[in-house]
């Protein structure tokens, strides 16, 4: 992992919303872990960072660096993704309830790039014990969700994401 990614990911996310450096750099190590970067001339103006959980793809952290314009480096950045997944796998990302601007501002994009917003709430566990833990949406692409798969991807991502057997 680049040193610049670790401070995108530290400057655009919480403490609560995000793994210390150490536990990020052991999950990158994951073969199940991929990130993806958009430099221009070298520089970092964002990325994804998901799991390959076979049927899914879960969407972990999105981030642009401040200054540039998410609504050209985010389409970028999902149409790589996009292209990188076999049919029939079907993309997830967790997004907050939470009507913030920021909130609004990539839900919005999500939507623009074809994500649906699922009707499921979703308890996002903090990355770290004794932490705030976050009700959200799950939106998926190309195709809503069932109750039932959104049960299956729920446990998926308690246990592998999450690393809690026991929620859910």
Request: charged share 25%; hydrophobic share 40%; aromatic share 14%.
């Amino acid at each position: 992992m680049a040193e610049d990614v670790w401070k995108l990911m530290a400057n655009t996310f919480d403490y609560e919303r995000r793994r210390c450096r150490k536990h990020f750099e052991e999950v990158c190590k994951r073969s199940s872990y991929q990130l993806i970067e958009h430099r221009e001339k070298g520089e970092l103006l964002g990325f994804i960072g998901y799991w390959n959980l076979g049927k899914w793809i879960v969407i972990e952290h999105l981030a642009v660096q401040k200054g540039e314009n998410p609504y050209k480096i985010v389409p970028i950045l999902l149409s790589i993704l996009r292209n990188s997944v076999d049919n029939g796998v079907i993309l997830i990302t967790e997004v907050d309830i939470l009507k913030t601007d920021f909130v609004q501002r990539y839900k919005e994009l999500y939507k623009l790039a074809g994500f649906i917003e699922n009707p499921f709430v979703y308890i996002q566990p903090s990355y770290h014990k004794g932490e705030a833990t976050f009700p959200q949406r799950i939106m998926s692409y190309p195709v809503p969700i069932t109750y039932p798969q959104f049960k299956d991807l729920r446990s998926l991502l308690y246990r592998f994401v999450y690393g809690n057997k026991n929620i859910g």
